[in-house]
């Protein structure tokens, strides 16, 4: 079975970066894009960006323009966000999700990674 696997969180000052990766475990999987989303404590889980292994066409959250930036390395498998200017407002556990078509929901999900902004 394929897992997605989250790395690269952790604790920041507001103002820091940090990069996500998310990277497939297991068997070779057809994916058509992958998003980001995060989940606050009492909150829902929202929306953050996502990115099409094809064409590289990407959509953000409006929380996350000019901010983050969503990336992927076809060779690799592996898609990255980097987040600058960091706020305390995107602590989240930040998951990353797979979907198999353009209108298909997201079905295969990491585990997610913690990713604290302390002011």
Same mark, same amino acid.
């Given at each position: 079975? +394929?897992?997605?696997?989250? &790395?690269?969180?952790?604790? +920041?000052? /507001? =103002? =820091? &970066?940090?990069?996500? &990766?998310? /990277?497939? %475990?297991g068997r070779t999987f057809g994916s058509y894009a992958m998003g980001w989303f995060r989940q606050a404590p009492g909150k829902e889980r929202e929306? +953050? /960006?996502?990115?099409?292994? &094809?064409? =590289? $066409?990407?959509?953000?959250?409006? %929380? /996350?323009k000019g901010r983050f930036t969503i990336s992927r390395d076809n060779v690799k498998n592996t898609v990255y966000l980097q987040m600058d200017s960091l706020k305390p407002e995107d602590t989240a556990v930040y998951y990353c999700a $797979?979907?198999?078509?353009?209108? $298909?929901?997201y079905n295969t999900w990491g585990q997610g990674t913690q990713v604290t902004v302390s002011s």
């Open positions: 079975q +394929v897992q997605l696997v989250e &790395s690269g969180g952790g604790l +920041v000052q /507001a =103002g =820091g &970066s940090l990069r996500l &990766s998310c /990277a497939p %475990s929306f +953050v /960006a996502s990115i099409t292994w &094809s064409e =590289g $066409s990407t959509g953000y959250a409006d %929380s /996350a $797979s979907k198999r078509t353009a209108v $298909s929901k």
